[in-house]
């Protein structure tokens, strides 16, 4: 069971100290406090754990401090969406940019890190096109122990800088060790801060348990998690789970195909279907993945790339975020060239996918105009 406080319910008000001195007393029952400050009130919520089958939810909800007691199964305890109108939110907000089940934020960006030139080109085109987050790999796990394994920290403070002269407030970016969390901590200090970071945990660390366990156990980064490729979805959504249950809430779920040689020719079996169902089981934002989900960039007869067919599909099911591979000369690229589409298909890219977000927030009006059928 979750006690969710009246918001603003300090530890030193009587109402708290009273309900403690009440959960103290139950038999049987341990008790978790989680407290997250926002930027207006500081929302508090208590995970009672043990034997809560006895606790009567209006006794529950009449003690002081509570305004809604939920009643939460085992799964997903943290994250998860324990009933259809479950009232924790579905959302967060990190460097000015919020991450809801919404709404809808583009990462389009360099899949590794090669030269400077690179980045600045990619970033301005970004910014002459509205947009303020990107992907920037700096740590690449590769299946090829000779292959190119990203400039790691030595990239991190012209990426910084750049993405600061322009306007990026979020750069996804992997991480394959903590030891690169704290580089990437340093050098943001010594640029400055001049921009933010969500630390992306790969499809090969989905569940690197202690990688998790360390990554959640900050609450300065949000963090992309990216679906395991060869493990369930329930698996994977325990993965971000351990991140939760350590602290940091500020979990977005990456969908990134599943690897199968049913998805033939594709990289992987496109799995955007399942956007909708993150969405029902939990209250993380979804992401999508279509460069790694589909990786080349065949097209269809119709002219469209099989890349943008999946992006509309995941977006018109609702995703909120796309990580999408773009490069300036994709030939040179040192990682993933194939698949990555090239600065001038910006803008063509992003009205495309306002086509399908439009054609999503249609279909949501529709749904409530007809809500009992
Ligand atoms: C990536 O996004 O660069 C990446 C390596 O993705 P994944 O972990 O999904 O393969
Ligand atoms: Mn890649």
């Given at each position: 069971?979750?006690?969710i ?17 009440y ?30 089958a ?5 006794y529950?909800?009449s ?6 007691a ?34 809808l ?6 899949c ?30 590769r ?26 407030k ?25 921009t ?13 348990f ?68 993150v ?60 698949q ?32 009992s059928?």
């Amino acid at each position: 069971m979750i006690l969710i406080l009246t918001p603003n319910t300090r530890s030193d008000s009587s109402a708290y100290q009273q309900l403690m001195g009440y959960l103290d007393k139950l038999p049987g029952i341990q008790y978790r406090v989680h407290e997250e400050q926002g930027a207006t009130q500081l929302l508090t919520e208590i995970y009672l754990i043990g034997s809560t089958a006895g606790l009567a939810m209006d006794y529950m909800q009449s003690l002081p401090g509570v305004e809604r007691a939920v009643r939460v199964s085992e799964e997903y305890r943290v994250l998860g969406r324990h009933q259809a109108n479950d009232p924790r939110p579905s959302h967060f907000e990190y460097n000015g940019v919020r991450f809801g089940q919404d709404n809808l934020n583009v990462f389009a960006g360099l899949c590794a890190v090669d030269n400077r030139e690179h980045v600045e080109q990619m970033m301005k085109v970004l910014r002459d096109n509205g947009q303020v987050c990107t992907r920037m790999g700096a740590y690449k796990p590769r299946t090829n122990p000779y292959a190119f394994q990203g400039h790691g920290k030595d990239c991190l403070p012209y990426v910084f800088e750049l993405a600061g002269k322009y306007g990026i407030k979020v750069i996804a970016m992997e991480i394959t060790h903590e030891s690169h969390m704290d580089e990437i901590f340093e050098a943001l200090r010594q640029t400055g801060d001049p921009t933010g970071v969500m630390l992306q945990i790969g499809t090969r660390n989905t569940q690197n348990f202690e990688l998790l366990k360390i990554v959640g156990r900050q609450q300065r980064f949000p963090v992309l998690l990216k679906r395991g490729f060869g493990i369930t979805l329930d698996e994977s959504l325990n993965a971000a789970e351990y991140l939760a249950s350590e602290g940091n809430r500020k979990v977005v779920f990456g969908l990134r195909g599943m690897k199968t040689n049913m998805g033939d020719p594709h990289r992987n079996l496109v799995d955007f279907a399942h956007v909708p169902v993150v969405k029902r089981l939990t209250r993380m934002p979804v992401c999508i993945d279509p460069s790694h989900s589909v990786g080349t960039r065949a097209a269809g007869p119709d002219g469209m790339l099989d890349i943008a067919h999946v992006v509309a599909q995941g977006v018109i099911a609702g995703a909120n975020m796309i990580l999408v591979d773009f490069h300036p000369n994709p030939a040179s690229a040192l990682v993933d060239g194939p698949q990555a589409l090239t600065l001038p298909e910006l803008p063509y890219f992003l009205e495309d996918v306002a086509i399908a977000r439009e054609a999503y927030e249609r279909r949501l009006a529709l749904r409530q105009k007809y809500p009992s059928t």
